[in-house]
């Protein structure tokens, strides 16, 4: 049913960072979303400005709190989310000693199931309402995750992860094995509803160039796809990938030799890239994903957001939690260590650009902000409600705050999942 939200509003129209901050969002001290009865948004605004033909709807108010479109996570993985805090050396060893032996259980339909409806569940608890989702290696895992999903209405975007080397056997799959599960859940799941598909090859590490082919030849064939993949997370992998494919000019040189970097390419981590792979992102439109939490976790290096976004060859670039190896699910956490991240890069990144981020510039990376990212009209009611005052150090940070800058950055550093006053999802509050 047709319903009101009030609160605090806030909605980004284009990154604080070119278009200025003044001009980058909208916010209302007292502001509505309508939410009409298809789950989308049927209009926003002061609440004073409301159109008489909404009055006397049902409403939830939520008084100071701060109403918004709901996270994006545009790099987690599925099958770890209960592995946060696992300790390894490196990746290897850590993929090795933890991921794997984790990953090898979705291949039991039940087991994945059951996982699916607990991470789905988290993540909603977190205010997080659509991501970009690694799954395993069995094509019945991802077909339990859009199962899931779309049980609850929710945007997001998986695929079968494809890997047939240097991975245990009941984590491998094989080039032709890989290509035909994955165009099978494509012709199943891409477009049903809310889901899409992305195209995963885990990283070159674990794919053959037979496989590596067979992913570009998908990309390819499926154009409205995404592809995900791993790219310059740690120096030992980096020697790695040169080991293994010595003719290459680089890490992102692998990729592109298979026809996979483009406009609906996500790349994450992307720590240690030279001018040459930035430039080559940026020239075929690729974007890369930040996951502060994870690299710092790892020991993988400090992402240098100036770098990558060199105004002389930019490449977007979107922020996520990567659990299991990123150590939360909340986004809150992982733009206060986002924030951390570029202090040590002598980079500025403000509260407000990372909200951004987290929102309308993660729907633009992933394609998605037509449907989702803020509370324009027409857009999916997919809304977090954040309580700036939802513990006492919250509180008492509350008290000295004048602006909404001062607000968000204090959401972003001491913010969790206590923050999370409610989150709905194609307008049913969950």
Avoid at 126 to 147: C, D, N, P, Q
Avoid at 318 to 332: E, K, P, R
Wanted: aromatic share 8%; proline share 4%.
């Amino acid at each position: 049913m047709t319903h009101l939200v009030v609160g605090r509003t806030l909605s980004f129209c284009d990154d604080p960072a070119i278009a200025g901050e003044r001009a980058s969002h909208d916010y209302e001290e007292r502001g509505v979303v309508v939410i009409d009865d298809l789950g989308r948004i049927a209009w926003s605004g002061p609440l004073s400005e409301l159109p008489d033909v909404y009055a006397g709807l049902p409403t939830t108010d939520f008084g100071d709190n701060i109403v918004t479109a709901g996270f994006i996570d545009a790099h987690i993985h599925f099958p770890q989310y209960r592995m946060l805090a696992a300790p390894g050396n490196d990746l290897i060893d850590w993929l090795n000693r933890f991921t794997f032996p984790e990953e090898s259980r979705y291949g039991d339909s039940g087991h994945a199931a059951a996982a699916a409806d607990v991470f789905l569940d988290r993540l909603i608890a977190h205010g997080t309402t659509s991501a970009l989702v690694f799954s395993s290696v069995h094509k019945i895992a991802a077909e339990a995750l859009f199962a899931a999903a779309d049980a609850r209405g929710m945007a997001i975007i998986t695929g079968k992860t494809m890997m047939d080397r240097n991975a245990p056997d009941l984590c491998r799959d094989d080039p032709e094995t890989g290509g035909r599960e994955s165009q099978e859940l494509i012709d199943t799941w891409h477009g049903r509803g809310r889901a899409r598909y992305a195209i995963t090859p885990r990283f070159a590490i674990t794919s053959t160039e037979a496989q590596l082919k067979v992913s570009g030849e998908l990309l390819k064939a499926n154009p409205t796809c995404l592809m995900q993949t791993h790219l310059s997370e740690q120096h030992g992998e980096i020697a790695y990938v040169k080991e293994l494919f010595p003719s290459s000019k680089d890490y992102t040189d692998v990729y592109d030799h298979y026809g996979l970097l483009g406009p609906t390419s996500l790349f994450a981590h992307g720590i240690h890239l030279t001018e040459r792979e930035c430039a080559r992102l940026s020239e075929t439109g690729s974007g890369v994903v930040h996951c502060p939490t994870s690299n710092t976790f790892l020991g993988s290096g400090l992402f240098d957001l100036g770098h990558i976004g060199d105004d002389r060859r930019p490449v977007a670039f979107g922020v996520a939690t990567d659990v299991g190896g990123g150590t939360n699910y909340s986004m809150l956490h992982t733009l206060g260590e986002a924030r951390k991240v570029a202090q040590l890069r002598a980079r500025r990144l403000t509260a407000l650009r990372g909200f951004y981020l987290a929102t309308l510039g993660n729907a633009r990376l992933l394609h998605m902000d037509a449907d989702v990212g803020s509370l324009s009209v027409g857009k999916y009611a997919d809304l977090v409600v954040l309580d700036p005052r939802a513990t006492p150090v919250l509180a008492a940070r509350d008290d000295i705050s004048e602006t909404l800058e001062d607000r968000l950055f204090a959401l972003s550093i001491l913010g969790d999942d206590r923050a999370i006053a409610a989150t709905y999802v194609k307008g049913q509050r969950f």
